[in-house]
């Protein structure tokens, strides 16, 4: 059968605080915080729009088939790539519909002035080089998709945005109870929460499809995040109204100096099998604290390995052996590390990149 893929996008809503945990351990006591990643991994949204899928088409097609385990042996024996070829997502955005405005993480290899306007650092000896004299990280910060534009071509003065302007933070405090639902001594615990500053920002997800096997309603409510509430979502097949620009590299241009920017979240483990491309150099990773994935394996019915992930934002500066176009180079690396698609979960929105020239001097 021919699977016919389409690029469609899901807005998602929460109705209430929300909590994305991290990997960090957690034991209950009087000066134990709980810690909730801001913008959560694409994981998490892949988790809930698939439930979403499963339970609105229980009686029918792959979901009826996952969910009476009744796969077929081809569809048990690589279940993951069964999946992934009827729903992969490609990129998380935050949406401000008032604005009609998409932002990303900001490349790391930014710093900021006063006025909250980067400039790209240059890179010397494989140090990055501040432009600015006084200047600060653009962790926590966000870049609209017109700016993320802009820094491709480096252009000066790009402006970025706090990520607090659009997620709050609080906490809230809790008691764990016993098997018997009774508080203990020193089992109370802080657990950070979060919601949109504004009603008009949304997740924005951008995803593919076969377009038959793989159905959801047009609109609806799903479960998102660690206390599983309600969020409410709305498919949009037609995305001409976002200012979300295809970028394409066609041209022939042949260069040996490559930044790959990723877009969102990416495995230590990918970016080492990109060390072992034998046609590429690795000159300097862009990053910062990594942070440990786990989550729970349903078809193995047991938690998966924690795994080491750099956050979106991460740059890799990478020179090539011989002179090459950035789509022939892209093709490259997306055929050289197809295998890793379903080991790294690239499927889920994990490791999407962006290939572009190096326009800066490296002595």
Do not use: C
């Amino acid at each position: 059968m021919e699977v016919i893929i389409m690029s469609k996008f899901i807005k998602i809503k929460p109705m209430d605080t929300q909590f994305f945990r991290d990997g960090t351990p957690f034991k209950a006591g009087t000066s134990n915080w709980i810690q909730s990643m801001l913008i959560p991994n694409p994981s998490v949204f892949y988790g809930a729009i698939f439930s979403a899928y499963l339970m609105q088409n229980s009686k029918q097609g792959l979901a009826e088939r996952i969910l009476s385990n009744n796969l077929k042996k081809e569809e048990k024996r690589n279940y993951e790539e069964t999946i992934a070829r009827y729903f992969s997502i490609k990129n998380i955005y935050l949406y401000d519909e008032r604005e009609n405005e998409i932002y990303i993480k900001a490349p790391l290899d930014m710093h900021i002035d006063d006025d909250n306007y980067a400039y790209i650092d240059s890179l010397e000896n494989g140090l990055l080089k501040p432009r600015a004299k006084d200047y600060e990280s653009v962790e926590n910060k966000l870049i609209s998709m017109n700016a993320y534009y802009q820094y491709i071509l480096k252009k000066e003065e790009i402006k970025l945005y706090d990520l607090s302007n659009f997620i709050l933070q609080d906490y809230k405090v809790g008691i764990e109870l016993n098997s018997k639902r009774v508080s203990e001594d020193k089992q109370l615990y802080k657990m950070d929460i979060n919601e949109f500053k504004d009603t008009n920002i949304t997740y924005l997800i951008e995803y593919e499809t076969d377009n038959g096997e793989f159905e959801l309603r047009d609109y609806g409510f799903l479960k998102l995040g660690g206390e599983s509430k309600v969020a409410k979502y709305k498919v949009e097949d037609d995305f001409s109204n976002y200012k979300l620009r295809r970028l394409e590299n066609k041209s022939d241009e042949k260069i040996d100096k490559f930044k790959m920017v990723f877009k969102q979240a990416v495995f230590s483990d990918f970016i080492e099998r990109i060390k072992d491309l034998e046609e590429l150099k690795i000159i300097k990773l862009i990053t910062d604290r990594a942070k440990r994935v786990g989550g729970y394996d349903y078809k193995k019915k047991r938690p998966k390995v924690m795994r080491k992930v750099y956050q979106a934002g991460t740059v890799l500066y990478i020179k090539s052996k011989e002179k090459i176009s950035i789509e022939k180079l892209t093709k490259k690396i997306e055929e050289s590390l197809q295998e890793l698609t379903y080991e790294y979960e690239s499927f889920k929105g994990f490791n999407s990149f962006d290939l572009i020239e190096d326009k800066g001097e490296q002595r």
